[in-house]
């Protein structure tokens, strides 16, 4: 629906050689982390070499924020997707955010791409900052637009606590190894709804 939040969009045509860098880079980046991954090692696993990837994205953070976009930029196009295939406003199309990130999640071992990259940069002044937060506020926005769509009065507090649910259950399945995280966020939030 329209009152939702747009994806995040990566506009940046590349060259099939900047298209393989930033595929790697992906890849690395989120297997084995920003940090012990370096420029030598993404351009020799791309098949080129390192000034080649800065002449491509100018420098290690560059690329590394050109990383988080393009994640923040698929996991929404997914989100936005499978609740297109809910279209019918209410409760239970807020819960699908769930379904959608248990999906997501099945083939994303790691966990949050943006929660793991905060834990390396934070307290920095790194550009992938700016792009981590927008990443969060999207998900607060995207329930806080269900709940308002879905009727209820109170929107903003009742999507900042659905988006509190969803990113304990994210942290819990993979940090914590609860199978189940998933499944009992949605059914607190559940409750959560039906108590307003």
Not at 30 to 43: F, K, N, P, T
Request: a negative charge; one cysteine or more.
């Amino acid at each position: 629906m329209s009152g939702l939040p747009a994806a995040t969009t990566v506009d940046d045509p590349m060259t099939p050689v900047g298209e393989r860098l930033a595929e790697t880079a992906s890849r690395l980046f989120y297997s084995r982390g920003i940090r012990a991954v370096g420029v030598e090692l993404i351009a020799a696993d791309a098949g080129t070499t390192k000034k080649t990837l800065y002449d491509r994205f100018g420098s290690k953070d560059a690329l590394v924020v050109h990383y988080l976009r393009r994640r923040a930029s698929a996991w929404q196009a997914a989100a936005l997707a499978h609740l297109a295939d809910h279209p019918e406003p209410g409760p239970g199309r807020v819960l699908e955010v769930f379904a959608a990130s248990e999906d997501w999640l099945h083939v994303q071992r790691r966990g949050c791409a943006f929660v793991n990259a905060y834990a390396e940069v934070a307290g920095t002044d790194h550009p992938a900052m700016p792009v981590i937060r927008a990443e969060k506020a999207w998900m607060r926005e995207l329930f806080t637009a269900l709940t308002a769509e879905a009727g209820y009065d109170d929107a903003d507090r009742l999507g900042t606590q659905l988006h509190l649910l969803y990113e304990g259950a994210v942290v819990a399945l993979t940090a914590g190894d609860q199978a189940d995280a998933v499944d009992q966020a949605r059914d607190a939030a559940r409750r959560l709804l039906a108590d307003r």
